[in-house]
């Protein structure tokens, strides 16, 4: 019998309370409408705002993870404050407690705009100006960011309604959402289009006019009017020369215009639609008691200083205790993924004046412990104006620009910081530096008065996590210190990322100097960091060394070494990264050294004093160290894209349907002239662009609940390389709630497999008692019950015993499985061509010119597919910093994250699931062999996906089938959306790669070099399941050789099996892996050579006729154009790119601690499923009588813009308008036994099955057509056609031509193979074509702290004749941005040998925003240019266009090697090679920088060839 009530003993405080004023019941308001009382009274404490919204059918609202790190659940709170002012702020609801909402407006995404809903007319929509900015400027594709996104714009707006927010406001702010598809650049355009000052935006000359509003614009040849149209492709925007261009300045002036006309003063709404009713702050205090099925809980609200104390005093020392939550997001963290209970929370209302307070006084800033971050930082925005408080005000302003979010700021308070005491703390180190004090007050006797305490904030931390507070004690303020003359004060922050990233190592200094004669002394010095040790530190011997001395740069010198012993930590710390976080200490205090000598300066010549000491003169290539991020101005992002004039091209149907042309008609004539316009070529925006930004899109998570629905959650394998030994399910089936826990016992009752695996069925759904756990995270079973809290709380209850049975250690990276030879051999693949490279490679000669040979290792990084992963710890917070790591668990889950619902019917016979998934016919077979159903029986259903990216393409089935099970045995309907951990724990990633390489190439008479011979030995680690890892494998040996010719290759792969979760599909499967071994080698040979690698590279590319080492020819009737050198040759000259090197080496040899780093990077990716059986796919297609479409083909919907590029084709077929096409979702029974939508290929078998349908019915119709005047409606044809009996719907089927896919690995030249064709070409022909592209990347580092960012990106890319150039524009962008991310911030880390502070071994680290990194909107290079090729056509796909999914990934490396090439500047020896691996963390660029100050932190190693330790 389900419990369903939960027990609260404080039930029996509500009369005292009542009694004392307080209510029971909060007040809501949500989109204008108060909410029901019943509603009200449902919201629990312990339960988010996101949970409640979601709850009552609000799903625009998303959940991405959880912990506030990707904004996906923006929405937007209103409230009077107590001075009657209106505030509007954009919060976290995953964080945000629906309680601490009493008395507030929320708005949410369905409460600014519909797409239909409310619009004046059918033909109309009711677009918020930020939905239709984004929908307009292509600012969505899966669409699952965006309601976040938008608003999170919206808040910024609404933050201040008297004036319209400008663009410098929005770049500062716009810092708390992720988006994994766009690239952003779209995202900014969007929201800079609707600011007040767009015009401030582009070039204003001498003569004080705009460059583009001047009339002279086209004779003008002032630089900046020269420069501004180069960025615009020497067009202001539109069509020019054949080409369409369009860029950042000219679109968000033309819509600026658009909104101005339609919309008002749209941006003072928020105000206007905030309820009358609430006109006041309410004050009342609140007491909510739960007594639900959940977990409980009780919530108070005093509205003053003695009831808050009194509160403490009376339950703290109770079981259970008391909790303070102000902006929850610690509290929320703690809560949701360490599970901490916390049965009574308190939030002091905002009447509590002293808590929330921010003043200056003569001697003091005086922070109200509880007052938003945000409002610390505005109140320091606006001090930073004043000469007295500049000093404290503008380290405190700076440092709170880089902390968390706007989102995060806007409800986290300082009292939170401190009383957390987060080693890593970003505040913390700072107010300690400051001589800060705190402000402890308590009410020990009811009768007495308030007792205060105050204690300065150096000696606040005791301890990891402890501080020196009574458990009666609330922080009521703190206290900073204003700077006095010759004082001062600078912060300092490194992270993984810039924007929204918890730091590696953070701190504050302060130094207070004195004139003596003819020096300056150190009267004072005060050093604090963060992430050095356990808890918040002073560098105490490094101070003493300091204090007292001449300020000069010997001190420092001296000082840094004193340091160096201060903080040296072992290797196996906590964290690891021992030798960087102390290059960063060490690193911060020569910055600090200069950063005074600057400021000193400054204030001796404004001084009034008399005589006083000269100051320093630095050099001034040292100033460079002076600048970095945490106060530089952020970024405009911007930039031009450009495509050709669009057009209907004519691709492979002309050939696949020859034979039927002349009997088809191509297009009703009539009905075309109707459209007025042709659908192929138009960048039209994406088909489900307004669902998306109006939150009205439907992911599987938000389908509405049915009747009797039940919530899953995994249970999960807690170690590996041990016996399952027990599961013992009744603590779990103890919970009230809990319906059932199901097993591999179930499994077989149901008579089903166990067995999964998209190749091998090496894999298991639930792993059977007595076997070997493979992988941390393996699936053991499901729970399920009445809420998804409960079915995770019986999860965890679940008791799993183990046995240890194994010798040795889990293999966990690739250097462990070659170690014990952990490889799948089967599948290990070997490709030669020419001679035997081992011979070739062992001379120094060829044909008497020297023979330059290389020889070396490459590595590259895993990848996660989202990364919206929650992190355990708030502040991720332990990440780095020195905490018992036993308490790390993993949190992670897709920015969608997988999520099914399994709905049983007919007496459990029958199963249809919801999933969200790439492959729903791999999720039907599986879920009918699993649950032991016919196929025939299951229906697997998918609308779209928030992002795929691979990730959902085998991996996804696993948690379909946990939910199928538990469906089928419960025969009731089961959601399964997965938690951030559990995604985490199955999904996998890209795989990681070493490679082991031997080069050479040949000195050609003219100086020139030819490459000559290559031998690769390649390895992947697959983790502990093959899944997909042979075909990744083989597509990186299909593209090992990039765009060069090596006469002599041979590479060999070998997939390793370790412990690490089964690793999978990623943009690019394995293709990025291959290209980049090449361009490491390029680079290699290029130092070794002595050339430039531009010239290497261009020299050696394929020229027409040459063949690749797997036997394709380039050419005509082949692989269609080689169009790579002709990009190349084009960016070259366009971009000067001889000319931007030169001025790269003379800004490095200007500036010692920056560097400049320039590369250009070619690709050229194979299109077609290796596996020749997947070239395949169908579609359905009913025209109906109204003359309207419908069709369902086999390929889903992740963003990629795949419905909408077929409904272009099939639009064009019948010659309807667009809008009269649709798709609806992709099912199992319509189209049956697909492929999943991968490799690209949707677009090329879809787009061709679908124009088979649509040419079938055409057919049919004919005759009718035929019968009817010539411009009869496709409607009148159609209604005519019914009643005369003709089928209006066709399924339509279209396969790649045989010659044209699949490669026979093992197969031998046969007999009497033509010598005049390519060797290997006997074994197939793995790819249709090849996208192509050229990218150009332009990157600053600073040696000091490793950060880096790119000034520009230009790319360039053959995608053929684009069906819709807006959408491919969009995936290129997105690739890029993926591909940058790989290479640069995104590192996945491992418990392994270089990591044994992660335990238990073999459990993946990074599982959080806070240890792992996506780019974010201040990653986009400055300048982002993307063209579509001219002149690119395709005879081998529909419509002449080409597969763009996947193909710019890998330029997005050009930013890796254009830093490469900027630590080779740093490193400055000539001629010498180092391996810089992938990818290029903060870290890695700064160790590899090995200047002094780094080769005096490494430890052991020689210096020059340290490697920091990622994870492979
Ligand atoms: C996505 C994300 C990003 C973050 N980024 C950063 C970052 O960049 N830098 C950084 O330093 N931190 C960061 N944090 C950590 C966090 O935001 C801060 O620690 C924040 O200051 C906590 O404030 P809060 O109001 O949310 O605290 P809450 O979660 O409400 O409370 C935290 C703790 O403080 C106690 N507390 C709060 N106020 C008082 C008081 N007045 N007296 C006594 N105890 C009190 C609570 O009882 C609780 O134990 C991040 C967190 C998240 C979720
Ligand atoms: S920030 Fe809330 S779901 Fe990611
Ligand atoms: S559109 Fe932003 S995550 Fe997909």
């Not at 009574?470 to 922050?493: C, D, H, M, S, T």
């Not at 197939?1324 to 520009?1352: C, M, R, S, W």
Request: hydrophobic share 35%; with cysteine; glycine share 8%.
């Amino acid at each position: 019998m389900v419990q369903l009530a939960y027990e609260n003993e404080d039930v029996a405080l509500v009369g005292r309370f009542v009694e004392r004023g307080y209510r029971t019941i909060p007040s809501l308001w949500v989109n204008g409408q108060a909410l029901t009382p019943t509603q009200c009274a449902q919201a629990r404490p312990n339960q988010t705002l996101l949970n409640f919204l979601r709850s009552i059918g609000l799903t625009g609202t998303k959940l991405g993870c959880g912990e506030g790190g990707c904004g996906a659940c923006t929405v937007v709170i209103s409230k009077r404050t107590n001075n009657k002012k209106l505030v509007h702020q954009s919060v976290n609801a995953c964080l945000f407690p629906i309680l601490a909402a009493d008395g507030m407006h929320i708005t949410t995404v369905e409460g600014i705009g519909s797409w239909k809903a409310g619009a004046q007319s059918s033909d109309q929509d009711n677009l918020h100006p930020i939905q239709r900015a984004m929908v307009d400027m292509h600012g969505s594709q899966c669409g699952f960011c965006t309601p976040g996104i938008i608003m999170a714009i919206y808040g910024l707006f609404a933050s201040n309604t008297e004036d319209r927010l400008n663009i410098k406001h929005l770049e500062e702010h716009l810092d708390g959402n992720l988006c994994r598809c766009t690239g952003y650049r779209p995202i900014w355009d969007a929201a800079r289009s609707l600011c007040d000052d767009q015009e401030e935006v582009g070039a204003s000359g001498p003569c004080g006019v705009k460059c583009r509003e001047c009339p002279e614009r086209e004779s003008c040849e002032m630089d900046c009017n020269v420069e501004e149209k180069k960025q615009e492709g020497g067009c202001r925007g539109g069509l020019c020369g054949g080409v369409v261009h369009s860029c950042t300045e000219s679109k968000v002036m033309e819509f600026k215009q658009v909104v101005d006309e339609t919309y008002g003063e749209w941006w003072k709404r928020p105000d206007e639609s905030f309820p009358n009713e609430l006109t006041s702050a309410q004050n009342e205090p609140l007491l909510v008691v739960d007594t639900s099925v959940h977990s409980g809980g009780t919530w108070f609200q005093p509205h003053t200083l003695e009831e808050l104390l009194d509160l403490f005093r009376e339950f703290a020392p109770q079981e259970g205790g008391l909790k303070l939550v102000v902006g929850n997001t610690e509290v929320g963290i703690e809560t949701k993924f360490k599970h901490a209970v916390f049965p009574r929370l308190v939030r002091p209302m905002e009447s509590v004046h002293t808590l929330y307070e921010v003043v200056e006084t003569d001697t003091h800033f005086y922070v109200g412990a509880c007052s938003s971050l945000s409002s610390l930082q505005s109140f320091c925005h606006k001090r930073m104006a004043d000469k007295k408080s500049m000093k404290v005000a503008a380290p405190i302003h700076d440092m709170l620009r880089w902390f968390a979010s706007t989102q995060i700021r806007n409800v986290a308070c300082l009292g939170g910081n401190l009383a957390t005491a987060s080693p890593i703390s970003d505040m913390n180190p700072m107010l300690a530096a400051m001589g800060a004090t705190i402000v402890l007050a308590s009410r020990p006797r009811s009768d007495g008065g308030i007792d205060r305490r105050t204690i300065p904030v150096k000696d606040f931390f005791l301890g990891y996590r402890t501080v020196d507070k009574k458990e009666i004690e609330v922080i009521e303020r703190v206290e900073i210190p204003l700077a006095g003359k010759f004082e001062y004060i600078a912060p300092f922050k490194q992270a993984r990322r810039r924007e929204d990233d918890i730091s590696i190592v953070t701190s504050g200094m302060k130094m207070k100097l004195r004139p003596e004669g003819s020096s300056w002394i150190i009267d004072d010095i005060s050093i604090a960091f963060g992430g050095m040790a356990p808890k918040t530190v002073m560098a105490s011997k490094t101070m003493e060394a300091l204090a007292g001395k001449t300020f000069e740069d010997s001190s420092f010198t001296e000082a840094r070494a004193v340091m160096q012993n201060e903080f040296r930590m072992p290797e196996d710390v906590p964290g690891g990264q021992a030798e960087y976080r102390l290059t960063l200490a060490c690193s911060f205090l020569h910055k600090f050294y200069l950063h005074c000598v600057n400021e000193l300066k400054k204030e001796v010549e404004s001084s009034d004093v008399g005589s006083l000491p000269p100051v320093l003169v630095i050099d001034n290539e040292e100033e460079s160290a002076v600048a970095g991020f945490l106060s530089a101005q952020k970024p405009s992002i911007g930039g031009t894209q450009s495509f050709p004039e669009p057009k209907v091209a004519t691709g492979l149907e002309e050939s696949h349907f020859a034979g039927d042309n002349d009997k088809v008609p191509k297009v009703s004539e009539a009905a075309k002239e109707s459209t007025k316009m042709d659908s192929v070529g138009r960048p039209v925006t994406h088909a489900s662009g307004p669902l998306h930004c109006t939150g009205e899109a439907s992911y599987a998570d938000d389908i509405p609940a049915p009747e009797n629905l039940l919530h899953g959650s995994l249970i999960l394998a807690s170690k590996c390389h041990a016996l399952l030994e027990s599961i013992d399910i009744t603590p779990a089936l103890k919970i009230p709630g809990v319906f059932g826990v199901f097993t591999h016992q179930d499994i077989e009752k149901l008579g089903g497999d166990n067995r999964m695996g998209p190749i091998l069925l090496d894999d298991v759904t639930f792993l059977p008692i007595g076997e070997k756990v493979d992988f941390v995270g393996q699936v053991l079973g499901i729970v399920v019950g009445l809420s998804q809290e409960i079915a995770e709380k019986g999860a965890r209850a679940v008791n799993v015993q183990y046995s240890e049975e194994f010798e040795g250690n889990p293999i966990v990276s690739i250097e462990d499985a070659i170690k014990a030879e952990s490889f799948w051999t089967d599948f290990r693949h070997e490709m030669k061509r020419g001679g035997d490279v081992n011979k070739i490679l062992s001379q120094t000669e060829v044909d008497g010119k020297e023979l330059v040979v290389v020889e070396g290792s490459i590595r590259s990084g895993g990848q996660e597919h989202f990364c919206e992963y929650a992190c355990l710890f708030g502040d991720c917070t332990l990440l780095i910093s020195l905490i018992p790591v036993a308490f790390i668990a993993p949190n992670t889950s897709d920015l969608e994250p997988n999520s099914t619902l399994a709905i049983p019917s007919e007496s459990g016979t029958n199963l249809t699931i919801y999933a969200s998934t790439q492959a729903p016919t791999k999720t039907q077979d599986f879920c009918a062999r699993v649950t032991n159903t016919p196929a025939a029986r299951v229906v697997v259903r998918m609308k779209r996906m928030g992002g795929g990216f691979g990730g959902k393409e085998t991996r996804s089935v696993f948690s379909s089938v946990a939910a199928a099970v538990a469906a089928k045995i419960s025969n009731r309907p089961v959601r399964l959306t997965l938690n951030r951990d559990t995604d985490m724990s199955i999904t996998g990633g890209r795989h990681a790669f070493v490679t082991y390489y031997k080069a050479g190439a040949i000195v050609e008479d003219d100086g020139s070099v030819k490459l000559h011979a290559l031998d690769v030995k390649l390895f992947n680690n697959g983790g502990a399941k093959f899944d997909l890892t042979g075909p990744v494998m083989d597509r990186a040996l299909f593209h090992v050789d990039n765009c060069y010719n090596w006469p002599n290759f041979h590479s060999v792969g070998t997939p390793c099996k370790t412990s690490q979760p089964p690793h999978t599909a990623f943009r690019g499967f394995g293709g990025p892996q291959g290209m980049v071994i090449t361009e490491h080698i390029m680079d290699h040979l290029a130092i070794k050579c002595d050339i430039s690698g531009d010239k290497l590279r261009r020299d050696n590319m394929y020229t027409m006729q040459d063949c690749t080492p797997f036997g394709m020819r380039f050419g005509d009737g082949f692989t269609g154009k080689w169009n790579v050198p002709t990009i190349f040759d084009e960016l070259f000259t366009k971009l000067d790119v001889p000319g931007r090197r030169a001025a790269a080496a003379e800004f490095n040899a200007k500036n010692k601690w920056k560097k400049r780093g320039v590369a250009l990077t070619p690709t050229k990716f194979g299109i077609a499923f290796t596996a020749k059986y997947m070239n395949q796919g169908g579609a359905l297609v009913h025209l109906y009588t109204d003359g309207t479409v419908l069709i369902s083909h086999g390929g889903t919907e992740m963003g990629q813009g795949l419905h909408t590029k077929v409904c272009q084709v099939a639009a064009q077929a019948f010659g309807i308008p667009l809008d009269d096409v649709y798709v609806n979702d992709s099912s199992t029974d319509k189209v049956a036994n697909t492929i999943p939508s991968a490799a690209s290929m949707s677009t090329d078998l879809y787009g061709m099955a679908t124009l088979d349908a649509c040419k079938q019915i055409l057919k049919r119709i004919q005759p009718i057509r035929d019968s009817l005047p010539p411009n009869a409606k496709l409607c009148e044809v159609a209604k005519k056609a019914f009643f005369e009996r003709v089928d209006l719907s066709a399924h339509g089927f279209f396969a790649v031509d045989n010659n044209r896919c699949g490669y026979d690995w093992a197969k031998e030249r046969p007999e009497g193979f033509p010598i005049d064709q390519p060797e290997n070409s006997w074994k197939g022909h793995p790819f249709n074509y090849f996208t192509q592209g050229v990218a150009f990347a332009e990157v600053e580092i600073d040696v000091l702290t490793g950060d880096h960012k790119t000034i520009h990106a230009d790319v360039v890319v053959d995608v053929g004749s684009s069906i819709n150039p807006a959408i491919d524009i969009g995936q290129i962008e997105g690739a890029f941005i993926q591909g940058m991310g790989w290479s640069t911030i995104e590192e996945v880390v491992y418990s392994d040998d270089d990591h044994t502070w992660i335990r238990p071994r073999a459990k993946v680290f990074t599982t959080g925003p806070g240890t792992y990194k996506i780019p974010a909107f201040n990653d986009v290079p400055e300048k982002f240019n993307v063209s579509l090729m001219q002149n690119a056509d395709n005879p081998f796909a529909v419509h002449s266009s080409k597969a763009v999914g996947e193909p710019p990934f890998f330029l997005g490396c050009s930013v890796f090697f254009a830093i490469k090439d900027a630590v080779t500047s740093a490193r400055n020896k000539k001629g010498e090679y180092f391996e810089f691996r992938m990818p290029a963390t903060s870290e890695r660029i700064r160790m590899a920088c090995n200047d002094e100050i780094a080769s005096q932190c490494i430890a052991k190693e020689s210096s020059g060839s340290f490697q920091p330790k990622g994870s492979f």
